[in-house]
């Protein structure tokens, strides 16, 4: 009997001290609203600045079911979802997503393409034939992909050629994109002009990138406009990578005292990828951090001259539910 009042007294003590989990919290309601906050302050100067979450396709309806209602609000605030693994790599790279997995972010992806939203798949993959079956299956679904055989994302594949979908046109609109290159770790290239020649030497119509080089510097307007010509005389959207759901400690927000007396807001650090840190991405003090003042990272990326913003960990829902 101690033993069981024992327990029931840790359990109460433990349900107080995490309010968060027990206060009733919609967690992915906080994160469309994050988002849609962020839609907002982006296009009050730049209406035209594009809104791209990645993964957690779940919000675009209202229960976060296959069968739910559209959430039409978080729709109405962002101009296409990102989804990672539709058909390789959703549980080893180079391997296909099971049948069942990619049935059913399809059947809640179509939702969002059927409101005339943008779908940008990444498949882990790097056997020829398997990339090709990548790019064919994304196209008989009406998504545009790209084939990375690098998880990292830090290189220009050489297959296929010419790439998908190659073409000379001047894009101007998510709609009108047909191919996308994903290289968010420069880690491959010397110097910012080494990777500003690589890139405008290919004919990608979107180009999603890191604001920052290896060395902690920011990309300027002047070298965002360069990246976004294509070798072949056509013009491409530049997209900046921002991870909302995680905070990154090589980031320039970062700060040393963290690592011991972290912040409120600071959570654990994610097992599989070492220097970042789960956060509590609906405390007022992060969300500072994103957007909303003249020091935050989505208005050092709108200064930069990037035509959207690709946003990250959109999925961090999952570990506080």
């Known amino acids: 009997m101690k033993k069981i009042i024992f327990s029931l007294a840790v359990l109460i003590l433990f349900i107080s001290c995490n309010k968060d989990v027990t206060s009733g919290t919609d967690f ?3 994160m469309r609203d994050f988002v849609i906050e962020i839609s907002e302050y982006s296009k009050i100067n730049h209406p035209d600045f594009f809104i791209i979450p990645q993964n957690g396709i779940e919000l675009v309806t209202s229960n976060g079911e296959e069968d739910g209602l ?3 609000a978080y729709l109405s605030a962002i101009d296409g979802n990102g989804q990672e693994d539709l058909f390789y790599g959703y549980d080893n790279d180079d391997q296909a997503t099971s049948t069942n997995d990619n049935s059913y972010l399809r059947t809640i992806l179509d939702k969002s393409k059927n409101a005339e939203n943008t ?3 990444t498949d882990y993959c790097s056997t020829s034939f398997k990339i090709d079956d990548s790019y064919n299956q994304n196209n008989a679904a009406g998504y545009i992909s790209f084939a990375a055989n690098h998880r990292e994302l830090n290189n220009i594949p050489d ?3 010419p790439i998908q979908g190659e073409n000379s046109e001047l894009i101007t609109t998510l709609s009108e994109v047909k191919n996308f290159l994903y290289l968010i770790n420069p880690e491959n290239y010397n110097s910012k002009s080494d990777f ?3 890139i405008t030497s290919t004919n990608y ?3 999603i990138m890191d604001l920052f080089f290896n060395d902690g510097t920011e990309f300027d307007s002047t070298e965002i406009n360069q990246l976004k010509n294509k070798a072949n005389g056509g013009k491409r959207l530049v997209i900046s990578y921002m991870s909302i759901g995680e905070a990154e400690d090589y980031r320039y927000y970062w700060q040393s005292s963290w690592y011991s007396n972290n912040p ?6 994610n097992p599989d990828w070492e220097g970042n840190y789960k956060v509590k991405y609906w405390e007022p003090e992060w969300q500072k951090i994103i957007f909303g003042n003249d020091s935050s990272y989505l208005k050092k ?3 930069a001259g990037f035509d959207g913003v690709y946003l990250d960990i959109i999925d961090a829902f999952e570990n506080y539910e």
């Open 301 to 303: 990326i709108l200064d």
């Open 205 to 207: 119509d979107l180009l």
């Open 70 to 72: 559209l959430n039409t």
């Open 119 to 121: 779908i940008l798949v």
């Open 159 to 161: 297959y296929p050629t």
């Open 264 to 269: 409120s807001w600071l959570d654990d650090e």
């Open 28 to 30: 992915k309601q906080e």
């Open 196 to 198: 500003i020649n690589s």
